[in-house]
C-alpha cells in the first residue's frame, strides 16, 4: 500500500467517532444549547456519567468540541473557531442538522463510508480519475477482494458509482458528503 496522506488517520478516527447515534445526539444537544456540563448532558441523555464523559472527550478529541473550565465543573460546546482543523466538517454538521429531515441518520451512514483507512485510500486513488479494479489494486496494493468490499461501501453510501466496470467518484451536493470527500480525497 502506498504511503497514506497524514489526514487519513485523522478522517477515519473522526468518521468512527461520527458513525455513533449517541454522540450524534450529544452534538444536537451542544448545537441547541452549548456550554453544557457532563452531568447535564448526561441527565438529558439519560446516560451514565461515565459513558457522557467519554463520548464528550471523543467529540472533543476529533476537534468538534471545545471545553471551557470553570474551577472544577468544565462545560463544552461546539467548536466555532475559523481555523480549527475541523472548521470544514464542524460547518457541514452545522448545515446538516439545520436542513435535512432526519440529519442523525444522514450523518451516521455518511461517516460510516470513511471509517477505514483503506476505503479512504481507495477513494482518494478515484477522485483522480475514473479506475478499473486491478488499476486500484496496482495503485493501492490492496487485494481485489478487499477492494472490492471498501468499494461496494463507498457506493451503498452514494460516495462511488460502478459505469462500464469502472468506478468513479460521485459529485455530492449535500455539505457532510460535499466535505467528507473533499477530506478524503485528501484536498
Not at 79 to 99: E, K, N
Not at 147 to 154: A, D, E, P, S
Amino acid at each position: 500500500m502506498r504511503a497514506t496522506p497524514i489526514l487519513q488517520p485523522t478522517l477515519w478516527r473522526t468518521c468512527r467517532v461520527l458513525a455513533n447515534r449517541t454522540r450524534l445526539r450529544i452534538f444536537v444537544l451542544l448545537l441547541e444549547q452549548p456550554g453544557q456540563t457532563v452531568s447535564t448532558v448526561a441527565a438529558r441523555l439519560k446516560l451514565s456519567l461515565p459513558v457522557a464523559s467519554q463520548y464528550l472527550r471523543a467529540l472533543e478529541a476529533r476537534s468538534l468540541l471545545k471545553v471551557r473550565r470553570f474551577d472544577l465543573r468544565v462545560a463544552y460546546r461546539i467548536a466555532d473557531d475559523q481555523t480549527g482543523p475541523a472548521q470544514g466538517l464542524v460547518r457541514a454538521l452545522r448545515q446538516t442538522f439545520r436542513r435535512d429531515s432526519s440529519p442523525a441518520e444522514t450523518i451516521f451512514k455518511q461517516a460510516t463510508a470513511f471509517t477505514h483507512a483503506r476505503r479512504i485510500e481507495c477513494f482518494r486513488v478515484l477522485s483522480g480519475r475514473a479506475q478499473t479494479l486491478a488499476e486500484l489494486k496496482a495503485a493501492t496494493g490492496i487485494s481485489v477482494r478487499a477492494i472490492v468490499r471498501h468499494i461496494n461501501k463507498l457506493e451503498a453510501r452514494g460516495f462511488v458509482v460502478c459505469r462500464q466496470s469502472q468506478y468513479a467518484v460521485v459529485d455530492r451536493s449535500d455539505a457532510f458528503g460535499r466535505e467528507l470527500a473533499r477530506l478524503a480525497a485528501g484536498q
